[in-house]
């Protein structure tokens, strides 16, 4: 069957480092996605993996490693409107994104 | 802009009735989709289409109906025999080619009443 984990939830303090993990297993790989999702808004693209190693994007990095089927989403220097859900996002080998139950963060001042 | 519009955003339903959310595009996307989303369960995929005039179900589509007559747009009927329906609906679409994730509409909230 096709798996994608991620914590259930985290919380951190304004200006801190969090790092959230995503590990899967499914039927093929065509690359992982990152979705921020505020409460009753749609996601909204974060980033994209495909081969291994770290993409820094601003405040946000996310890493790769296809061989542990594992990814960390990195957010530096939180501020509070960070507070959301991030999801964690699979493309398939019948080219769907299969996605993960959500990550949901608190940010505290 | 280019974008996705999902209207309603709140849709109150009688037990019985069957209801239509909306979804439109004009992306020039090929492919859309369709998730329910619950709470604590992440987004499960209901319908997909990757061309006009064709579309797949997904891991949940009993109780759903779809069609995809024009390529801007991908209805979903909710009907009688969806038993719990009451969830946040959300659109989806993407070009060709593995480097491009989803765009997704604002989402459809529907309450059965």
């Known amino acids: 069957g096709q798996n994608i984990d991620q914590p259930t939830e985290m919380t951190a303090t304004e200006g801190a480092i969090v790092q959230i993990n995503c590990t899967y297993q499914?039927?093929?790989?065509?690359?992982l996605f990152w979705y921020q999702q505020h409460a009753g808004e749609a996601p909204t693209f974060l980033s994209y993996?495909?081969?291994?190693g770290l993409e820094e994007k601003g405040r946000f990095s996310s890493f790769l490693s296809r061989s542990k089927g594992y990814s960390y989403l990195l957010l530096k220097e939180l501020q509070m409107k960070d507070s959301a859900s991030y999801l964690c996002?699979?493309?398939?080998?019948?080219?769907?994104?299969?996605f993960g139950t959500g990550t949901r963060l608190q940010v505290f001042p | 802009d280019g974008g996705i519009t999902q209207s309603p955003k709140y849709l109150f339903r009688k037990e019985g009735q069957n209801v239509t959310l909306s979804c439109e595009q004009n992306?020039?996307?090929?492919?859309m989709y369709w998730y329910r989303q619950d709470p604590g369960q992440g987004l499960r995929l209901i319908y997909y289409?990757?061309?006009?005039?064709?579309?797949q179900k997904g891991d949940i589509a009993e109780g759903y109906s779809v069609s995809r007559e024009k390529k801007e747009s991908f209805p979903l009927t909710v009907t009688s025999a969806q038993k719990n329906p009451t969830a946040f609906y959300l659109c989806?679409?993407?070009?060709?080619?593995?480097?491009?994730?989803?765009?997704f509409g604002s989402g459809t909230r529907l309450t059965v009443v």
């Open positions: 989806a679409s993407s070009p060709p080619g593995y480097g491009y994730g989803y765009t």
């Open positions: 499914t039927s093929g790989f065509n690359g």
């Open positions: 993996n495909v081969l291994d």
């Open positions: 996002a699979v493309r398939d080998n019948t080219d769907k994104l299969i």
């Open positions: 992306l020039n996307h090929d492919a």
């Open positions: 289409s990757q061309i006009v005039n064709d579309f």
